[in-house]
């Protein structure tokens, strides 16, 4: 099953590390058995042609993929979580130990016993032990006395340990008495930390798996597909049907999906295809149905920028320029809109920052700066006239929806 394997990391790119990463082959043999119980088949070339031919289920195994990247992604964390629990713990404990051992010597000194004195008697004995050894060490011909070597050595050896641990007890101690709540806070930091990184990690995967769009028995909720579908309406009629025009650097459109989206979600690519193959692909293209496009663009431009989460207006203006210029650009102005750093990644707070601004002012910078893009570009002379009527009847019908 082993060949179905680079078929699932091609749907699912967030399984490639965790797939290296396990020396057990567990993730490897789910993923394999996944793909196999989907398609039906142990052949990797049928399993393809399989997923080419049924936009839905090869929607249902990248949802399939992208749970077990999930469900791996949060056992990766877990782990490592009480890695880090357990590390943190050693520290506190070994703290609370020398501060329990010091602690003990005051109230010894105050109360006046001679017990007090053992510690740093056995200090003055490991210190000096361990200097008088070290000077042995240094002036003594070894090579000539293999044994005694040995011996010094070993000895040198544990009394470096002992003296480490006297330098903690006498100037260690105070510093950790002194720095206990600063470490404490640190800990915490570090703890908080681990736990942002870790729902950072989830939330990215989450979208993973949006990004493969809804199980075929689990409609999205009525709300989300009205918002999709009001949207999708307006992108489909500035998109038009087929075109190839010979300045348009996406090459064969139909509908607005272009040749290379189109050998992506059949998970080929387009630039190792033979001359037939790519034939076949621009008559798949050609023959699009609004339905597939429909699913396309919900897959890899809607859910990914996460317009489903985003305020009326606002959704349709990143939607339609992420389909014309790209997700990761729209996402980006949509950032610089809201004042938070432009990453191209909508997060909790991106979503914030959005929710909390005025978005017809929004729409409208969106739009201003939707037109500097188009006018940096060295096709505008040709496509510009229409980058520009449409930005201004997307930016239009945007603050209609507006509440």
Known sequence: MLPLIPLALSIVPELIKMVAGD???VVASTVANVVQEVTGTPDALEAQRKLAADPALAVQLRVRLAEIALETQKAID??????????????????????????????????????????????????????????????????????????????VGALAAAFAT?????????????????TNRSLQE???????STADRTERVVQAIAAGGARPAAPAAPTSDAKFDKCL???????????DHARDPGGPTNLGITLRTLAD???????????????????????????????????????????????????LMVFDFGVNA??????????????????????????????????L???????????????????????????TNRTQQVSALARAMVN
Not at 233 to 243: I, P, R, Y
Not at 327 to 349: E, F, H, I, N, Y
């Open 265 to 315: 979600w059949q998970g080929l690519k387009l630039d190792e295809l033979a001359d037939d193959a790519k034939e076949k692909l621009i008559a798949d293209l050609k023959a699009l149905t609004r339905r597939e496009a429909a699913e396309i663009y919900r897959a890899n431009y809607w859910l990914p920028m996460r317009c489903g989460d985003l305020p009326a207006g606002v959704d």
């Open 78 to 155: 877990l782990a490592a979580e009480q890695q880090r629990q357990a590390e943190l713990s050693a520290i506190q404990k070994a703290l609370e130990n020398t501060q329990g051992a010091r602690s003990t010597m005051v109230d010894l000194v105050q109360s006046g016993s001679a017990i007090a004195w053992g510690a740093p008697v056995v200090s003055v004995i490991v210190t000096a032990g361990f200097f008088l050894f070290l000077i042995v060490l240094i002036n003594t011909r070894l090579e000539d006395n293999p044994l005694v070597a040995n011996a010094i050595n070993i000895t």
């Open 361 to 387: 002012a929004m729409i409208g910078e969106m739009s201003e700066n939707r037109l500097a893009y188009y006018r940096s570009l060295e096709n505008f002379d040709v496509f510009g006239a229409g980058w």
């Open 166 to 182: 006297v330098v903690n007890f006498w100037l260690g101690s105070s510093q950790s008495s002194r720095d206990k709540d600063a």
């Open 190 to 196: 570090v703890a908080l930390n681990l736990t942002a």
């Open 233 to 243: 309406a307006v992108v489909l009629d500035h998109e038009g049907g087929f075109s």
């Open 326 to 359: 790209g997700p990761r650009r729209s996402v980006k102005l949509l950032q610089r809109a809201a004042g938070v750093t432009d990453d191209g990644s909508v997060g909790p707070k991106t979503l914030a920052a959005v929710m909390a601004a005025d978005q």
């Open 23 to 25: 020396k057990a082959g």
